[in-house]
């Protein structure tokens, strides 16, 4: 087991390490990670206690739910030589993303009593798309997958008439990764009761204190009344979370798809205790948030990766029954790789760091550089004070004023089907037509999820 439980940890580091190689800029959520990071811990507690924002633009931003995530990257910059760039706070990620991909392998080999299981399940997790994306990110999606992986661990220990401590301190860590990742232990705490009745009820309690301190983050935030904050732009996705959360898990490729939903469909129908526990983690969940979606949209599928992990254990079932087990493996892997780098090879997700760059090339002194929103505002004036210092002087970001010139520039995000149509000009669009001034030069920065506009304003 040894040898062969080598193998997953280190695919995800050549493919998470490929992606962090790329330094592509970072994107809204990742240069909000920039901006917490430096702060101390003390100010950052008080940012939770307070629900006030550190950002003046984002004062009913603060950084209450991520607040844990904050203080590990923050302990990391002060341990590691490394800085708060594209590099120093996704290294953390890939860390947490290889070690969790470790424990993970370790803990379906204990739950399936089989190391060929636990690696084709660590191999299955490590090559996908999903996580590879997010092994590559400086979010903290990776440490909830490390927390939820040890939880799994523990829970196989547990079954096998060991403690609850790892269990309990596991749970209560993926609760401050991520509070969706609660919905992990709950799911493990059914397949215990499932497999042990009653004898899961000590389990089912230490779940319980263990959702404690997350949830104690939650209550915090809500009696700030920014419980909502930051959350206004999730979609309705209705009772699809299924069919959407497998199409991210896939990477949107068609064949990948189709072999592993055959792996899944073969899994479900294995026996043993690493079906049920395997069962509830991908399935539980789920059910869980789309019963959700009939109050609020709440879905993101990033914020069920630790969730949908169970379908690689699934997938793994399915596979080792099959008559050739390295053809099999192969069929998902080969398509899994080639979904995650072609996805990854499309460039950042958000160039803020391009559209800053541009505008830094035909910029001149005492023309007003304007961030079209408090969205757009975040990444401009972060690369403007990293990148392009000489810009700072010009920066106009929300609510500011902007200043009396004959050229401005702005930088905003683009939404499709908007540019040309007055019925939907914003107010700074009438604002600077109504000073004289056109568009008179407009690029596209474009992304793999989004669309920078560059405008130059001019009489």
């Known amino acids: 087991m040894r040898g062969r439980g080598a193998l997953p940890p280190l695919v995800l580091a050549v493919l998470g390490g490929w992606l962090v190689a790329r330094r592509y800029g970072f994107w809204y959520d990742e240069l909000f990670t920039a901006e917490m990071a430096p702060l101390s811990l003390r100010r950052l507690a008080e940012a939770v206690v307070t629900g006030e924002g550190t950002i003046p633009y984002l004062a009913d931003a603060p950084p209450s739910y991520n607040a844990p995530y904050y203080a590990v990257v923050h302990l990391w910059l002060l341990v590691t030589p490394f800085g708060a760039d ?3 706070l996704r290294l953390l990620s890939l860390v947490a993303g290889v070690a969790a991909v470790a424990v993970f392998t370790r803990a379906v080999t204990r739950l399936s009593g089989s190391s060929t299981t636990g690696v084709v399940a660590g191999l299955v997790l490590a090559a996908n798309p999903l996580v590879v994306a997010y092994a590559g990110e400086a979010r903290g999606y990776m440490l909830a997958l490390l927390a939820t992986s040890a939880c799994a661990l523990g829970l196989a220990r547990w079954l096998e008439g060991g403690s609850l401590w790892l269990y309990g301190a596991a749970a209560a860590a993926a609760g401050l990764a991520h509070w969706f990742a609660l919905l992990v232990p709950a799911a493990f705490a059914v397949a215990a009761l499932v497999l042990r009745g009653r004898r899961a009820v000590p389990l089912v309690g230490v779940t319980a204190l263990a959702a404690l301190p997350a949830l104690g983050l939650v209550g915090m935030a809500v009696a700030n009344g920014v419980g909502a904050s930051g959350a206004e732009w999730i979609r309705d996705a209705g009772l699809a979370v299924p069919a959407k959360l497998l199409r991210s898990w896939t990477g949107g490729h068609l064949v ?8 899944v469909v073969a899994g479900a129908f294995s026996a043993g205790r690493a079906r049920v526990v395997a069962g509830c983690w991908a399935v539980l969940p789920v059910v869980a948030v789309t019963a959700a979606q ?4 709440v879905y993101v599928d990033r914020y069920l990766l630790p969730a949908a992990a ?6 793994a079932l399915g596979l080792v029954r099959a008559r050739w087990v390295p053809l099999a493996v192969a069929a998902v ?3 899994s790789v080639v979904a995650a780098v072609s996805n990854l090879a499309e460039g950042p997700r958000e160039d803020v760091r391009g559209a800053v760059a541009l505008v830094a090339a035909g910029h001149h002194p005492g023309q007003p550089v304007v961030a079209a929103a408090r969205w757009d505002a975040l990444g401009v004036d972060h690369y403007a004070r990293r990148h392009h210092p000489r810009l700072v002087g010009d920066l106009v970001l929300p609510p500011a004023a902007v200043p009396a010139a004959e050229t401005v520039w702005v930088v905003r995000r683009a939404t499709g089907g908007v540019k040309g149509d007055p019925a939907r000009l914003s107010d700074l669009d009438r604002e600077l037509a109504g000073r004289g001034l056109r568009v008179a030069d407009e690029r596209e920065v474009p992304g793999r999820r989004s669309v920078v506009l560059v405008q130059r304003w001019a009489r």
């Open 86 to 88: 594209e590099t120093g």
């Open 333 to 335: 892997l080969v398509p």
């Open 256 to 263: 990948l798809l189709a072999v592993t939903v055959a792996a």
């Open 294 to 297: 009939v109050i609020r949209p």
């Open 310 to 315: 169970g379908l690689a254990v699934l997938a």
